[in-house]
C-alpha cells in the first residue's frame, strides 16, 4: 500500500535557526499537506499543495511539491518558540494518508 | 463559522463496552474522513465518507468497527466490544469536495479502555 517516509523524526534547534524536513512516498500523489499538530488538539492546515513543482509560501513557512510527484518538503525561517510541535506531511487523492510527523523542539 | 466539531473530548469505556464517537462537518463540507492516533505516532487513515455512503474503508479492522454519514446529523464511528488496543485518539475531518480540497481536523475524542 502507499506509505509516507517524513524526515526526520526530530529536531533540536536554536531560535532564530531555519528548519527544513521533507516526505517522499512510494506511489505518485496528486495532492501534497502540511499539517502542525499542538499536544491535545487536532492538526491545523498549514500549505496545500496541487501541482508538481508549485512553491507555496505561508508568512515564514515554505513548501514545494516535487516534480516528481512523490516528494514534498517544508522549510521554517527564523524559528520561534511557537513553532514547536508536529509538524506532518500528507498526501494522497480521495484518501490521504499521514507521515508518522516531525517532532521540532526548540532550545532555550 | 464553526469548525469540526467531534464529542466526546474523551470517553472511558470498560472492555466490552461499544463505544460511540461523533463528527459534525464544517458547515458545507459533504466529505468525512476518521483517523486514528496512537501516542508518538502519526494519523492512520480508517474511513472516507460522502453523506449515506462509505467510499473507502480500507484502513477499518474488519470486525467490531462500523462508520456512517446519514443523510441528517453527525457521522458516527463505532467500536463495539472495545478492547485495550482500542484506545487512542480518534480525529474526524470534513472537506468540502473530496479529493484534491484539504482537510479540516476537529479536536479528537480521546477513548481510553479500561
Known amino acids: 500500500g502507499q506509505q509516507l517516509n517524513q524526515s526526520p523524526q526530530s529536531m533540536f534547534i536554536q531560535e532564530g535557526e531555519d528548519v527544513s524536513m521533507n516526505c517522499t512516498s512510494s506511489s505518485i500523489f496528486n495532492t501534497w499537506l502540511w499539517y502542525k499538530q499542538d499536544p491535545g488538539e487536532g492538526p491545523v492546515l498549514l500549505i496545500a499543495?496541487?501541482?508538481?513543482?508549485e512553491l507555496t509560501s505561508n508568512g515564514r513557512l515554505t513548501a514545494q511539491f516535487g516534480i516528481t510527484r512523490k516528494d514534498s518538503f517544508l522549510n521554517i525561517s527564523a524559528s520561534i518558540p511557537s513553532d514547536v510541535g508536529i509538524y506532518f506531511c500528507a498526501g494522497g487523492d480521495d484518501k490521504i494518508i499521514f507521515g508518522k510527523g516531525t517532532r521540532l523542539h526548540i532550545l532555550p | 463559522n464553526a469548525g469540526v466539531m467531534q464529542n466526546p473530548r474523551h470517553l472511558v469505556r470498560r472492555r466490552g463496552q461499544e463505544a460511540r464517537l461523533r463528527c459534525s462537518p464544517m458547515k458545507g463540507h459533504s466529505h468525512v474522513y476518521w483517523y486514528r492516533q496512537l501516542p508518538e505516532e502519526g494519523l492512520k487513515f480508517m474511513v472516507y465518507?460522502?453523506?449515506?455512503?462509505?467510499?473507502?474503508e480500507s484502513g477499518m479492522p474488519k470486525e467490531r468497527f462500523s462508520a456512517e454519514f446519514p443523510k441528517e446529523g453527525p457521522s458516527i464511528l463505532r467500536i463495539q466490544q472495545v478492547v485495550r488496543g482500542d484506545s487512542a485518539a480518534y480525529f474526524c475531518?470534513?472537506?468540502?469536495?473530496?479529493?484534491?480540497?484539504?482537510?479540516?481536523f476537529g479536536n479528537g475524542t480521546r477513548l481510553t479502555v479500561t
Open positions: 465518507l460522502q453523506k449515506e455512503n462509505i467510499i473507502d
Open positions: 499543495l496541487y501541482k508538481a513543482g
Open positions: 475531518a470534513s472537506s468540502p469536495k473530496g479529493g484534491y480540497s484539504p482537510l479540516h
